[in-house]
């Protein structure tokens, strides 16, 4: 009895983490932060959730071919409506919409997130 129940609480937990990732068009939200494309060609957003502490990078997928990521540079502000944020690492989320606040520079981005990404293979760390 004890093995079902075990089973069942591991099932229930996959399923809800599934079902946090999945491509909810109702569910949308606003994040700004700057745009760095990583040494893969994937489109990262790097957010400082509260402006203060730590930053978190978060990538980015177009919804739809009416997004697209080529007129940013590396360090740009951006504002982008998404499709909720999987909690992931890095986070990753669906973009419906991207508008450029600023043109910026790597430069703006948290120092430590850099270091981190370079860490874990994401850029070449000679930017």
Request: with cysteine.
């Amino acid at each position: 009895m004890k093995f079902s129940a075990a089973i069942f609480l591991t099932l229930a937990t996959f399923m809800s983490l599934f079902c946090a990732c999945g491509e909810k068009d109702d569910i949308k939200g606003i994040i700004e932060g700057q745009y760095l494309k990583a040494d893969n060609g994937q489109s990262l957003i790097c957010v400082n959730a509260d402006g203060e502490n730590q930053a978190y990078p978060c990538v980015m997928t177009a919804a739809d071919d009416s997004v697209s990521f080529d007129s940013l540079d590396n360090g740009d502000l951006i504002r982008v409506t998404h499709s909720g944020i999987c909690e992931s690492y890095p986070a990753k989320t669906r973009v419906y919409s991207i508008e450029l606040i600023s043109r910026g520079e790597v430069s703006d981005i948290d120092a430590e997130l850099l270091a981190g990404l370079t860490e874990l293979g994401w850029l070449d760390g000679e930017d």
